[in-house]
């Protein structure tokens, strides 16, 4: 079935290193990926999203490429902030399959000023 | 909008009691979920529904929980009787699906309702 794969944390950087957080994905059809992030204390809020292959999601200068060849959609950005402190989730919807998301483990990014 | 509101916000009970979450989705989408989240098993989807019809339950735990939306802005999710093991934080999300264009808008999540059962 469906599902998804990140990598474990916690990922402890410090302010301006740049990030990479792996999110690799199995799935039948044409999925459509997406990085949720949640906030100490919040709900997830959609952080970004690719709907089909090649497709690059962008926000907050986060990116996130859909790469069918290797099935991942690994979460990248240049600088990170103290901010941008928290927990990270790759999401999948399936193809065909309307509304249910199948959600990573989440990786708790620590940014250290 | 408001977003999804979720009530309460925290709760304590003890063990055996009768525990009731709340959610109102975001007007105008037609899927609403509920989740849980534990550090050990992480996110879960517990029940979903579309148009106020439970479409898929299979990961409700047991006969103790129970989910109801009677109307398209109101949904619940009852523990009778509560356990410790019950004690999570539990999440409601909601979103729309446009079927004309086949594309999906990703979920919006409420602020959770963290539940301690001592």
């Known amino acids: 079935g469906d599902s998804v794969t990140q990598m474990e944390g916690p990922v402890t950087l410090s302010e301006e290193a740049f990030l990479t957080i792996n999110c690799t994905y199995t799935?039948?059809?044409?999925?459509?990926l997406f990085w949720y992030v949640q906030y100490p204390g919040e709900g997830l809020q959609l952080l970004l999203k690719?709907?089909?292959?090649?497709d690059k999601g962008s926000n907050k200068g986060f990116e996130a490429t859909y790469r069918k060849e290797t099935t991942s959609f690994h979460l990248e950005k240049g600088s990170v902030q103290v901010s941008d402190s928290a927990v990270y989730f790759c999401?999948?919807?399936?193809?065909?399959?309307?509304?249910?998301?199948?959600f990573g483990s989440g990786t708790k990014l620590n940014v250290k000023p | 909008d408001a977003g999804v509101i979720q009530s309460p916000r925290h709760e304590v009970t003890e063990m055996g009691q009768e525990v009731t979450l709340r959610c109102k989705p975001i007007s105008g989408h037609d899927y609403l979920f509920w989740y849980r989240q534990t550090m050990m098993r992480g996110l879960e989807l517990l029940i979903y529904f579309n148009n106020n019809v439970p479409i898929d339950d299979s990961g409700m735990p047991e006969d103790r929980f129970s989910a109801k939306m009677p109307n398209a802005s109101f949904s619940t999710l009852k523990i009778q009787p509560s356990e410790p093991r019950d004690s999570a934080v539990y999440f409601c999300?909601?979103?729309?699906?446009?079927?004309?264009?086949?594309?999906?808008?990703?979920?919006?999540f409420g602020s959770g309702t963290r539940l301690t059962v001592v």
């Open positions: 690719a709907t089909k292959a090649d």
């Open positions: 999401a999948l919807k399936g193809w065909g399959n309307f509304n249910k998301f199948y």
């Open positions: 999300a909601s979103s729309s699906f446009n079927y004309r264009r086949q594309e999906n808008y990703g979920y919006t």
């Open positions: 799935a039948t059809g044409y999925p459509s």
